[in-house]
């Protein structure tokens, strides 16, 4: 294995190009970069226990430099036949609630974790992947006991999505599988056979985003097909033993009915495309029988590359089993052809196909707008359905009678942006039948908000009556702290688990009485860094020159003293909305703990700092032509927070730094090109030429071709010139989101070297849009710290 020991850096302002080792921060902040993390959770099913996966993020390099193809919008890593792996999955431990000491689940010592373990439905085992020496194997574990043991002898293949799900009776796993007896992977061609030839259609419109990792030739086809195909697999977990049910293919999905008589699958199909990934490959979607014999095809699409900008598919999409039916399938079909700026009186139709599946399908219910969403009540004809107004930017939601849709009732009803009215999210449970429902009782069922409002969020968990939308709040997260609804113990509804946090204290999971407030802690993670916890923290609400409300949170370094004037940090990200109310709203919590984790800004608190996170940068107006005025909006957001600390006395205006990832860049380098309120930037992965983005960015709804001037003014490169002071550019060299490939960073320095501003440009070896290895992160604070030093405190 070959690894890049260096970074490439570019310099600007004296014309280099170097070759680095790695940099490192100062010790307390690697040593703060390097505590081991609270562990991932997952509640079992049943409500009695919380299993915890102990992780790494951020591995070492040499995880990232495994060998891997990057093909259709996937990195394979070809030794193991699996999906890159990022993070380090290192241990599994169980806390059931009615006993203080954990199950340790004793894993196998040849191979690593290779994701996130899945529950049984009877909560009693543990099913996962172990990368082993030949490929991906799986094993399952007794949650009693921690015991283990591999689960019949074939490998596992997650290349096009999760590759087991348990079965209702919680021996049996549906799998997708490496076929037996395949033979090596297919060998690029030594000689071309011919040029590669792409043709457009006549009157088909490709308006496609700018994909990383696809297709390029015959040899990435060969590759894609030898990695991808799968078999499904039924494997029984307590004897190992393996039934094979559907022959080799490309299998994207595959799901039980929910009396699992029936099978339903989708498979990728050639001709595949180089335009955009797997995901909107040709497919057919069929139905097969409990022994994988064919039953009915119910969709053959073609390549979806003319899909409308922020459209759907033509016919049929979103397949998926009701509940509380033995077999009964439904599916949603554009009216409109699947363009959103078409003029219909509906957009979309809900149709149904129940076994035997000889009969012609059923349609249930036409919705006025985009349908969005199915929630499954405990009422077998009652279902809640979301649809979604793309020019108001509006979500409402119907309590609907499937067999009398006209009778429907207006539950919910709010701007998509409106946080203060979110109802939350439904909980659910497993019928006795095992069929996944809404949690409720009788007309009541459970939601659990996070609880944005005025003062911040303060999550809750509520009953609202699904008749008459009538709200009660069964708990809500006391005053200065951050507490969140993990479960319900088993079925008793006066006893939950939280999960509780504030400034000072770490997240730790509790068992909470409701009758008489008793509270029990579960886990005591302790916090890794109290120096740092005595940091000042605080919400703070200011206006734009416009009127517009916004807001942030304020990190104020340990021991800082009323009447310093600091150096400040701003880290942004913008977000459009419609209006200035809900542009307003406060998002996010000052009482919840602070981890200093990955790449952070807030490790520039521990040199005395002042750092203002998640600084709200509205973009407010009409969806079709906000980026208008993306410039004077940003411009004046950013402004207003620096006037309003200004005016507190906690800042120096004249040593403010600005800085942001992925849109947060393009926003950090359109403040340094428009504006002189900054004294230095940093942006990380970002776009600055949209017109390398010619269909479209974020949320923006046209094409270059129909606002080219805004596509060229709101584009930092167009002004690189007018970027006077200093700004580092950081980008993954494996970035693979969509717009924000290396090259717009490389450009971008370029035109600032050429107009001989002052930047540096930082390539980091194997990473991807976000960084993962801890090499890059230790390097990426050191370039940020002494970024900051050198430009920031003059």
């Known amino acids: 294995m070959r690894i890049r020991a260096a970074i490439l850096v570019w310099i600007a302002s004296e014309s280099l190009l170097l070759s680095q080792a790695y940099k490192q921060p100062p010790p307390d902040i690697v040593s703060l970069v390097l505590a081991p993390p609270p562990p991932l959770t997952s509640a079992s099913p049943t409500h009695e226990a919380i299993l915890m996966v102990e992780h790494n993020p951020n591995p070492s390099i040499s995880l990232l430099a495994r060998p891997y193809a990057r093909l259709a919008g996937i990195r394979i890593d070809t030794a193991l036949n699996c999906r890159q792996l990022t993070t380090e ?371 809750r968990l509520d009953k609202i009556n699904l008749r008459t939308g009538e709200r009660q709040t069964v708990y809500a997260c006391p005053e200065g702290a951050y507490e969140e609804f993990v479960m319900f113990e088993y079925k008793n509804t006066h006893r939950l688990v939280t999960r509780y946090q504030s400034k000072t204290e770490p997240p730790n999971f509790y068992l909470v009485d409701l009758k008489t407030k008793a509270r029990k802690p579960l886990t005591q993670f302790t916090d890794p860094a109290p120096e740092l916890t005595r940091a000042e923290k605080r919400l703070i609400k200011y206006w734009r020159n416009d009127g517009v409300p916004l807001s942030g949170i304020l990190y104020l370094p340990p021991g800082y003293q009323p009447g310093q004037r600091l150096p400040l940090f701003i880290w942004a990200y913008p977000v459009e909305y419609s209006d200035a109310a809900t542009a307003g709203q406060v998002r996010g919590s000052e009482h919840t703990f602070t981890y200093f984790r990955d790449a952070s800004p807030l490790f520039l608190l521990t040199r005395g700092y002042a750092v203002l996170m998640n600084a709200t940068m509205p973009i407010v107006g009409d969806p079709e032509t906000m980026n208008d005025t993306f410039i004077e909006q940003t411009v004046a957001s950013g402004r207003a927070a620096i006037d309003y600390l200004d005016s507190l006395g906690i800042i120096d205006r004249r040593r403010v730094g600005v800085g942001g990832h992925s849109y947060g860049a393009f926003m950090t380098a359109t403040l340094l090109a428009h504006s002189d309120d900054y004294a230095y930037g940093i942006a990380r992965s970002g776009a600055y030429n949209r017109t390398l983005t010619p269909f479209g960015f974020q949320n923006e709804r046209r094409s270059f071709w129909e606002a080219t001037e805004v596509y060229i003014r709101v584009s930092p490169f167009t002004y690189a010139h007018r970027i006077n002071e200093p700004i580092l550019l950081i980008h993954g060299e494996a970035d693979n989101n969509a717009g924000t490939f290396p090259l717009q960073s490389e450009r971008l320095f370029h035109a600032i070297n050429g107009n001989g501003g002052i930047a540096r440009l930082v390539i980091l070896p194997y990473e991807n849009h976000s960084y993962r290895a801890r090499e890059s992160i230790l390097h990426v604070i050191a370039e940020m710290l002494e970024w900051a030093e050198k430009h920031g405190k003059k």
């Open 89 to 459: 999955y290192t241990g599994l431990w169980v806390r059931w609630l009615w006993q203080e000491a954990p199950v340790r689940i004793q894993l196998p010592t040849h191979g690593t974790l290779a994701g996130m373990p899945l529950w049984s439905p009877d909560g009693r085992k543990i099913a996962f992947g172990i990368r082993g020496p030949m490929g991906v194997e799986l094993w399952v574990a007794n949650a009693l006991t921690g015991e283990c043991q591999r689960a019949g002898n074939m490998m596992l293949n997650d290349v096009l999505g999760p590759a087991f799900k348990w079965m209702h009776d919680s021996d049996r796993l549906l799998t997708k599988v490496v076929p037996a007896y395949r033979g090596p992977a297919p060998r690029p061609a030594a000689i071309p056979t011919g040029p590669i030839i792409e043709e457009t259609s006549p009157g088909k419109l490709a308006q496609v985003r700018t994909y990383q990792d696809l297709l390029q030739n015959a040899d990435d086809e060969r590759l894609f097909e030898y990695y991808a195909t799968s078999q499904i697999a039924v494997v029984r977990s307590s004897t190992g033993h393996v039934h094979q049910l559907c022959l080799p293919d490309l299998y994207l999905e595959a799901e039980w009915s929910p009396d699992e008589k029936y099978l339903l699958v989708t498979i990728l199909q050639k001709p595949f495309s180089y335009r955009v990934p797997y995901n909107d490959f040709s497919r057919r979607t069929e139905i097969r029988d409990a022994n994988g014999q064919f039953v009915r095809e119910v969709d053959n699409r073609p390549v979806s590359d003319d899909v409308p900008r922020q459209g759907v598919v033509k016919g049929p999409r979103d397949f998926r089993w009701q509940s509380l039916h033995p077999a009964r399938l439904l599916w949603v079909e554009a009216l409109d052809g699947g363009d959103p700026m078409r003029k219909v009186e509906y957009r979309d139709e809900l149709l149904c196909l129940d076994a035997p599946f000889t009969a012609p399908p059923t349609p249930l219910v036409k919705t006025r707008h985009r349908l969005t969403q199915l929630d499954w009540t405990a009422d077998v004809n009652t279902v809640l359905l979301t649809e979604y107004d793309r020019n108001r930017r509006w979500t409402t939601t119907y309590r609907i009678e499937l067999d009398k849709p006209e009778a429907k009732t207006v539950l919910f009803d709010r701007s998509i942006r409106d946080d203060y009215s979110d109802p939350g999210t439904p909980l659910y449970t497993r019928s006795s039948s095992g069929h996944r429902i809404m949690r409720q009782e009788g007309d009541w069922a459970y939601f659990y908000s996070r609880g944005a409002s005025p003062r911040g969020d303060y999550p």
